[in-house]
């Protein structure tokens, strides 16, 4: 495939597969018709030769070339399910549109420092296992590792004390940065302002800029009730203290905080001791 990908790399080599996927031709026509010296033609040609994309056989005195379809198709395949994969509903380059959308929105607006101030943004989750269960998920830092960060995010520092006035640490990177050479994706500081076990979370956190200032201090409230099904969430998430530098920030919000949510409920889910208890 890198063959075939650097022989038609070249406009000179593209032009004689134009001309060859008409019918096969004679070294001699096909240097008139793409307007090139034979000898630069031959060169090419065999370069398209090794490269399994035509064939030749000598006829007389001359040497006549044809294209061979099935690297080509092969080639085609390749692109077209690399194109329907990014083009997946739902996937990675539709969160990535979105959010570029977003941004541009989020760009305009931000003229002078609090431009977002009051923004909210409201979630409602009906998650699976017990109010006790998800608050493990929402306090002890091991189990909110797993699920406090968007997709293709990772957790990379967390420090949560689940205390009122307890400490908050939040940084993250992306998911294949397995070695922590690339650059730190957020990182966040905050403190615990409510704590009222299977029931009420309240916390302050404040994404930092990268020159370590605060972006803004996001206000999140979290009210956890029994359900039916086991553990009706919703949280509230209110901004206040907004830099003009915080629209980045704040265009991701709805997308990233809800994909967050979204890991929880599948984690709290697949969990055999949540099924259990439900």
Known sequence: MDAILTALADPARLRLVELLAERPRPVGVLAQLAGARQPQTTKHLQ???????????????RRVYALRAGPLREL??????????????????????????????????????????????????????????????LTEAGLLARW????????????????????????????EDADGSDLVVGRARGVVDDVRPGEHLA???????????????AHLDLALRPAAAGTDLDVRF?????AVESADFVAGIEIGFGQSLDKLAAILTDLPTTRSTT
């Open 238 to 242: 209110r901004i206040t203290d907004s």
């Open 47 to 61: 370069n398209l030769e090794r490269a399994g994309l035509v064939t030749s056989q000598r006829s007389g005195q």
């Open 76 to 137: 085609a395949a390749t692109l077209t399910r690399l194109a329907d994969t990014a083009d997946q509903a739902g996937g990675s380059r539709e969160t990535y549109d979105r959010y570029g959308l977003n941004l541009q929105t989020e760009r305009l607006a931000a003229r002078e420092p609090g431009w977002a101030d009051g923004r909210s943004f409201t979630f409602h989750r009906s998650l699976a296992g017990s109010p006790e269960e998800v608050w493990r998920h």
């Open 203 to 217: 916390y302050r956190l404040s994404p930092e800029l990268p020159d370590g200032t605060p972006a803004f201090t």
């Open 148 to 175: 406090w960060t968007p997709e293709d995010l990772r957790v990379s520092e967390l420090v949560f004390e689940a205390r009122q006035g307890g400490r908050i640490v939040h940084e993250y990177r992306d998911a």
